[in-house]
Every structure is written in C-alpha cells, then in structure tokens.
T-cell receptor
C-alpha cells in the first residue's frame, strides 16, 4: 500500500511568483487536506477537498487555491508569493469524511526569496 | 488565538523512564484528539487518538488521557526508548464542517541513553 506522496521535495521561488505543489493520496483515501507548517510551529489547516470539491477552508487568503482530481490526487497553488509563505507544506489524506486520523506526506519545503 | 497549546517546547527523559507530554485546549466543541510524532524531513505520523466520550486510550507503550473539565490531555510513553526522540504534536478535531485538525506548537522529546 503506497502512502501519501508529495512533489517536489524542495522548491525555491522569488516574491511575486506562482507555485504549484502536488500530492497523491494514500490508496483508498478520498479526502485530502493541506496544511502549512512554519518554522517552530504546528501545522495550520489551509483547506480540504472531498470528491473534487473544496470542503472547508482555514484562515488563508484567496491566493491559496487548490484542486482535487478524479483519482483523488490534489494540487495546492499559491499566487503572488510573499516571503511569509516560506514554510513546509503538508498534504494529508483520510479514508472517509469523518473523525478519522489523517495520514501525512513528507511535505514540500518552499523557500521564497 | 491559539486554541491548542503545548506549553513545553522541549522535554528530556532518561531511557526506560516515563515521558509525559501535555496539551491544553480552549475550544469546548473539540470532540476528538490525536497525537502525532514527527521526525526531521518526514511528515507527521499518527500515534494515538481519543474521543471526548472517553478519558483514556491505550496502545502498547502509549497512553493518552483526557480531562475534559480541565480541557487538558496528556500522552504517556512508558518505557521511553531512544527511537521515541522526535517532535510530538497534539491535535484536536473541529467538528464543525470539514475534518480540520487544529495543532499545538509541538514538544521536542529527547530520550537520553
């Protein structure tokens, strides 16, 4: 059984650019959530996708957007990058829409210069 | 507003002894709590969870205790092993809408031989 995978592992961008991060959910999981983890902090919820629809959003501006595809993989897009967007971006999948534990990928480390 | 707090940034414990990690929360609507463990360059790994209808859940060396009146939970690891050295995150599930996990800031546990 393949776990959650994310690409790329590391990414360096400059302020104002746009970035796309990718996530493949664990086999059999239909819900994907994205989190941002700043240095020294816990992960913060960005949004969640279920059956290709956004199903909840945290306190992040609209320049953070996402997609979920029919195979349940997902993308996180960030426009007009700011220095504070530098963080570890984590994708998590879960098997059901419910109170189950979420399974995390290794993350993408984004650095904005 | 930090709804989930881990007030100890770090903890050092002798191998074989008990490790106790603490977590406080403010939102009385939280109804499901989880502990994750994170190694460097990896995503958080689910450890153990507890529903608000219980006050204790045990899984091998790991036990989570929940005190709803105090809005406090703790993770006990006994006996502690060197491989337990990692950052531990407490998380709470917000039952409103999406399966959104609210994380604490993390506690770095070091097990000394």
């Amino acid at each position: 059984e393949t776990g959650v995978t994310q690409s790329p592992t590391h990414l360096i961008k400059t302020r104002g650019q746009q970035v796309t991060l990718r996530c493949s959910s664990q086999s059999g999981h239909n819900t994907v959530s994205w989190y941002q983890q700043a240095l020294g902090q816990g992960p913060q919820f960005i949004f969640q996708y279920y059956r290709e629809e956004e199903n909840g959003r945290g306190n992040f501006p609209p320049r953070f957007s996402g997609l979920q595809f029919p195979n349940y993989s997902s993308e996180l897009n960030v426009n007009a990058l700011e220095l504070d967007d530098s963080a570890l971006y984590l994708c998590a999948s879960s098997p059901l829409m419910g109170r189950n534990e979420q399974f995390f990928g290794p993350g993408t480390r984004l650095t904005v210069l | 507003d930090q709804q989930v707090k881990q007030n100890s940034p770090s903890l050092s414990v002798q191998e074989g002894r008990i490790s106790i990690l603490n977590c406080d929360y403010t939102n009385s609507m939280f109804d499901y709590f989880l502990w994750y463990k994170k190694y460097p360059a990896e995503g958080p790994t689910f450890l153990i969870s507890i529903s608000s209808i219980k006050d204790k859940n045990e899984d091998g060396r790991f036990t989570v205790f929940l005190n709803k009146s105090a809005k406090h939970l703790s993770l006990h690891i006994v006996p502690s092993q060197p491989g337990d050295s990692a950052v531990y995150f407490c998380a709470a599930n917000n039952p409103e809408g999406a399966q959104k996990l609210v994380f604490g800031q993390g506690t770095r546990l070091t097990i000394n031989p």
